[in-house]
């Protein structure tokens, strides 16, 4: 048998491999008219009761976003975006009036069941909590009362801004301000829900946090915030899954995630994003425009990174760390997987300014199909970040000849006492491995589902238990039988 | 959404105003292809201006500085009135070379000696004579490797050169001489537009050593696009070797086109110089190809070195590698760029990339970006780079053996720097570099001997106690 | 008959490596075969198990009654062919538990059986450890990554005692053992040894067989099997060298 026959087919049984989230929910939704105006984010700031201040932070960025230009320095092409093609708020339509706060439409509680995320507290993962957001709004946060014992607020960002407006408007913006960056600016303009976090000082959440995204009605974007504050001492695990239905137009998801972390305390945030990633001629999936930034504040202060990227037709997406206090740590570790007509611009940024700050990256690319993997860092090191240390590891694996592996690393280092490394692979599987593993009896598929996961299990062990087991089974599917 | 009023530089000014004033001239002696070329690059420059740090290229080298200063465009011939070694004081020692010069961006000998072809065919001379004797020759390759449509300096060079070096080795002639193309500006506030064309024919070799000098404290912009053609397994070793004063600027453009088999070597040592800039672009166009770019920049006060190396595998079974390394002390600041693409069929590619600093001060600053683009999937590429200082566990090695602070420092500079003059062939050159680099460590300016540069201190004594070239 | 090679021709990259080399093994039997560098010996092992770029272009491998030449590796590996590597290959990020508890429920799916309960593969695991002295740790660690020369060599024989092959080619397993781990991995094939299975024992020296006792023993050269005997044919090899072969036989 030729071998490139063998490959022909395993790519085709990989691009046939189906989107398992790709259901749409019928639910009657909420909607704002389509465009984007200062009207719609009067709408919408109306529709979810928020303070002046609020309106007037959204009006500011809307304003800003105006006077800004999409950025195009990424290696991604897409067509032109029409934001006022967009419906900018849809919330589904409770079907009857709910006897109370707790109770959720139960065609929601079907289509999370359906996701593998339950929303009934007895039925859950033992110690996970569960915000589950749905297009513009949060449905409904678990564990909300074990959570209180801890003094530990984690609800959905619409519910902070009515019942903890201070803290809310102490933190909004300061991580990641409006005039950031372009998206940056259109979320801080249009951004409808999220989750809210905030842990006291000296409290080690006892339990994983987790916000559940999903986009399900037609023609929206999603754009949420999400806002984590980490008190002297503090400690928590925070994770976020995504997904969406299988439509042909896309999509378009421009997300904030800020974080804050103060002395002595850390933050794990671990992202499994799965959006669609469209059909196998690149038609329709997500455009997965995401700012997410954290600010370590304190001493000895730390906030680790953690993502699996398989999913959404094109990722722009740099999770970052500020580590502006002495001995603060920064991590970041990665692997996004490309396959089809998927594109990816993804990494980090290191910003050095606190004396003895240290930071990791880890980044594993793996693309097939006619996909663009590109991992994208910059590592910082200010003038007074004396003794600052960067380790910085970039490997990319290739499957199959019509796809594109790149790595565009930025070092800037203006201290003398500081280190930085950074080292780049590019490569295929090993011929030798793949016969090694035939040879045992493991046939070519599975061989290269091992070696992929083995190439990657330096970042899916960084991952909670019940994550990385998701995540592998994942990785496996987005890549089953692709071989260069 | 108001558009953003473009700044309209000095220099710019200046270089409209010359444009508009001598392009009738200049058209009576060029050949139609170079008024041509000429037009194109100038309107090209009218849109775009000089660059500006929104550019990839560009984001961490600021010449708004340049931009603004008063030059005066020189593109007259200069006389041959002076013996060369009145001028051309710099050299290498016990290293017999074929010496070609120029002086303010002209073409410097005797007038009946601006070009010359040796029995073997071997031609060299300057590049307004060549274009006049062997117009066919050289405009099948002029312009053709560099284009000019994506760079601001590249169009300007394009517009506004007048001369520069011719070399042509016809097919399987060896040339035993190290060509050594000497350039220097002797005059106040000039820039200076200078084009160099390098062709290598089939089986043919050569080594160049092209340097860059300053003979008094002259302010100056030098801008040189050098264009090389290697054709089948033709093999070019060609060493930079920059060293000018503080107030200079030099942008350096080269653009290779590599056949197949041919092998390119380039060395490019920045000893001294305010602004310099080093930019490479090597196209592997045939298999077999091979590319090792190295370079060595030694920066202090408030020099700025950018060195961007861009090596394109458009073709299967390339070699390439990169090997950059600098030391930053004082207030430099550096920029190291290099890029690795690997086009969608040229399977079977090694490519190599590394960038080493060392950081002295707390005021010196390095960027580096080593980027690869791939497309193919069976390669080996790689790259790797760094910012630190001097390995803690070699100074203690060293210091415990009884060798002081200071000496067992800059024996470890010297280290770090050798991994990359080692890679120099040419012994007597290798060792006079490796001198200069010595000293350069141990903070005297002066380069060459008689070099302005070190007047100011002639009679600095050596306090140093090892010698190193014996470890 | 267990393997029979009739006529086996094979190229590599158009270059002919094995030139007509006729050989077989029944049940029950231990092969040694020997000769010098570059004869063809770990080609002819390659060509058994199916890697690419090793071109059969004349002749045919039977093994069990099945013509064989067109099979993948993993197929030839399911049916009983195992290889112990020369050069075990390192795979990073994969445990040597994983590892082996894929292989061996691929080899069960093969055979149409339920895979392996975990408990059971653990024992099996810790049983055929003991077999070929294995640190318990080793198992923990990624396949071959950070092994020894002589922990490679033991952990495919380890493979091997728990794949429980029908046809085993050690190819080179005594290079780069000392003398203790030459007795644990020759321990282990002997006690592996059966009336149901085969070894082929690919082998520059003697020494080695002074511990896996062959009952034929061939000399290789240039592709083909120029001599046949017995286990005193080794000795003879052992004592004169190879050059009296190679006149002999040079083309």
Request: charged share 25%; net charge negative.
């Amino acid at each position: 048998m030729s071998d490139e026959k063998k490959n022909g087919d395993f790519l085709d049984e990989v691009t046939s491999e189906e989107y398992k989230y790709g259901f749409v929910t019928d639910l009657e939704s909420d909607q704002s008219p389509r465009g984007l105006s200062e009207d719609i984010i009067r709408f919408i700031s109306k529709k979810k009761n928020e303070p002046d201040w609020l309106l007037e932070f959204r009006l500011k960025a809307y304003r800003h976003w105006l006077t800004l230009e999409e950025p195009d320095w990424a290696l991604i092409h897409h067509p032109p975006i029409d934001y006022q093609d967009i419906i900018y708020f849809s919330a589904p339509k409770p079907k009857e009036k709910l006897k109370s706060l707790d109770e959720v439409d139960p065609e929601l509680l079907d289509t999370f069941n359906k996701l593998g995320i339950s929303l009934e507290e007895q039925k859950q993962l033992a110690g996970v909590a569960v915000d589950a957001v749905i297009d513009s709004v949060s449905v409904k946060t678990t564990f909300q009362d074990t959570l209180a014992k801890h003094d530990i607020i984690f609800c959905s960002f619409s519910e902070a801004v009515q019942n903890h407006p201070d803290l809310v408007k102490k933190y909004l913006g300061t991580v990641v301000p409006y005039t950031d960056n372009y998206f940056a600016a259109l979320n801080s303009a249009v951004f409808s829900d999220g989750s809210f976090c905030f842990i006291p000082k000296g409290v080690r959440c006892p339990i994983e946090l987790s916000t559940y995204f999903r986009i399900n009605a037609a023609n929206t974007g999603q754009f949420e915030r999400t806002l984590l504050i980490a008190e002297e001492g503090g400690y928590v695990s925070y994770l976020e899954g995504c997904t969406a239905p299988q439509r042909d137009e896309n999509q378009l998801h421009a997300a904030i995630v800020e974080i804050i972390v103060m002395d002595d305390a850390e933050v794990k945030y671990s992202t499994v994003q799965n959006w669609y990633p469209g059909n196998k001629e690149g038609k329709g999936g997500i455009y997965n425009f995401v700012t997410k930034r954290g600010l370590c504040k304190g001493k000895n202060s730390k906030i680790s990174w953690t993502q699996v990227e398989t999913g959404s037709a094109i990722t722009w997406k740099y999770p970052s760390c500020v580590l502006l206090g002495d001995h603060s740590v920064g991590e970041f570790y990665s692997v996004a997987v490309t396959n089809n007509y998927q594109q990816a611009d993804t990494g980090t940024k290191m910003i050095h300014l606190g004396k003895n700050t240290r930071s990791t990256i880890i980044s594993k690319g793996i693309s097939a199909g006619k996909s663009n993997n590109s991992y994208r860092g910059l590592v910082r090191v200010s003038k007074n970040a004396d003794n600052a240390r960067n380790y910085s590891q970039c490997d990319s694996l290739l499957l199959g000849d019509q796809c594109g592996a790149h790595t565009f690393p930025y070092i800037k280092t203006g201290n003398e006492t500081s280190t930085v490394e950074h080292e780049a692979t590019t490569s295929k599987i090993s011929e030798d491995q793949l016969f090694y593993c035939q040879q045992r009896g493991i046939d070519m598929e599975k061989a290269i589902g091992l070696i992929v996961n083995g190439y990657a299990k330096q970042v899916l062990n960084k991952l909670p238990m019940e994550f990385a087991v998701e995540a592998k089974k994942l990785l496996e599917i987005t890549l089953e039988g692709s071989v260069g | 959404m108001e558009k953003k009023i473009k700044t309209i530089y000095p220099l710019e000014e200046i270089l409209f105003k010359h444009f508009g004033e001598h392009t009738d001239e200049w058209k009576k002696s060029d050949h139609p292809s170079v008024t041509a070329l000429r037009h194109e690059a100038i309107s090209y420059f009218e849109k775009h201006g000089f660059p500006n740090q929104k550019m990839e290229k560009w984001r961490s080298t600021n010449l708004t500085g340049v931009y603004e200063e008063p030059l005066e465009i020189f593109d007259r011939h200069v006389a041959f009135d002076k013996k060369l070694s009145d001028i051309f004081l710099c050299e290498v020692h016990g290293f017999n070379t074929q010496v070609i010069s120029m002086l303010n961006g002209s073409f410097y000998s005797p007038e009946n000696h601006e070009i010359t072809i040796t029995n073997e065919g071997v031609i060299v001379g300057s590049m307004a004579s060549a274009f006049k004797k062997y117009p066919n020759l050289v405009e099948k390759y002029f312009g053709k490797i560099s284009g000019y449509q994506d760079d601001g300096f590249k169009a300007v060079n394009a517009a506004f050169w007048r001369d520069g070096v011719f070399v042509y080795v016809p097919d399987g002639v060896e040339v035993k001489n190290t060509f050594q193309l000497i350039k220097i500006l002797n005059q106040p506030n000039l820039m200076v537009n200078t084009r160099n064309l390098i062709v290598l024919g089939k089986n043919s070799r050569l080594t160049f050593l092209h340097c860059d000098d300053s003979v008094n404290h002259n302010t100056g912009l030098t801008n040189t696009v050098n264009e090389i053609v290697l054709h089948e397994n033709a093999e070019l070793e060609l060493y930079k070797l920059q060293n000018l004063n503080d107030d200079s600027a030099l942008l350096n453009q080269t653009y290779v086109h590599q056949d197949a088999n041919s092998r390119l070597k380039v060395n490019v040592l920045t000893l001294n110089g305010g602004m310099v800039r080093n930019e490479i672009t090597d196209q592997l166009n045939g298999q077999g190809a091979e590319s090792q770019i190295s370079g060595l920049y030694l920066m202090d006060k408030e020099q700025h070195i950018d060195n961007q190396i861009f090596v394109n595998h458009n073709v299967p079974n390339c070699n390439s590698s990169q090997l950059f390394k600098g030391i930053m002390d004082d207030e430099a600041t550096g920029v190291f760029n290099g890029f690795i693409y690997v086009a969608r069929d040229a399977q079977k590619t090694n490519a190599f990339q590394r960038n080493n600093n060392v950081l002295i001060t707390s005021a010196a600053h390095i960027d580096t970006q080593p980027h690869l683009e791939i497309y193919a999937d069976d390669v080996k590429c790689s790259h790797g780079a760094t910012v630190g200082q001097l390995d803690n566990e070699g100074m203690f090695y060293l210091m415990q053996r009884g060798i002081p602070y200071s000496d067992a420092r800059m024996l470890l500079l010297f280290a770090f720097a050798d991994e990359v003059i080692s890679k120099i062939n040419i012994e007597a050159l290798r060792i006079s570099i490796e001198d200069m680099v010595k000293r350069r460590l141990r903070g005297e300016l002066s380069i060459c001997d008689r070099c302005v540069l070190h007047c100011s201190n002639p009679e600095q004594p050596i306090v140093f106690d090892i010698d190193i070239s014996k470890i | 008959m267990l393997l029979n090679i009739k006529n086996l021709h094979v190229s590599i990259a158009g270059k002919e490596i094995i030139r007509g080399l006729n050989f077989s093994v029944n049940k029950g039997e231990i092969h040694a075969i020997m000769g010098p560098n570059g004869t063809g010996k770990s080609t002819l092992a390659a060509a058994i198990t199916g890697r690419e770029g090793y071109e059969i272009t004349k002749g045919e491998i039977i093994f069990k009654g099945q013509v064989i030449n067109d099979w993948s590796p993993d197929k030839r590996a399911n049916e009983g062919v195992f290889l112990s590597f020369q050069y075990p290959i390192e795979i990073p990020g994969v445990s040597m538990t994983n590892f082996m508890r894929t292989a061996l429920n691929a080899r069960r799916e093969y055979k149409e059986l339920p895979p392996i309960p975990a408990g059971e593969f653990l024992k099996k695991m810790e049983e055929k450890k003991k077999l070929v002295e294995i640190h318990s740790k080793l198992t923990n660690r990624s396949v071959n990554e950070g092994f020894s020369g002589g922990e490679k060599k033991k952990n495919e024989i380890f493979q091997m005692a728990l794949l429980e092959p029908e046809l085993a080619i050690l190819d080179e397993t005594d290079s780069g053992l000392d003398i203790d781990a030459l007795k644990v991995v020759a321990n282990g094939v002997n006690q592996l040894k059966s009336d149901e299975n085969a070894f082929i024992v690919i082998t520059h020296y003697q020494r080695l067989l002074d511990y896996i006792v062959p009952d034929f023993v061939h000399v290789m050269y240039n592709g083909r099997i120029v001599k046949s005997g017995g286990k005193g044919l080794a000795l003879e090899l052992e004592e004169r060298g190879y050059d009296w072969i190679k006149d002999q036989f040079d083309d």
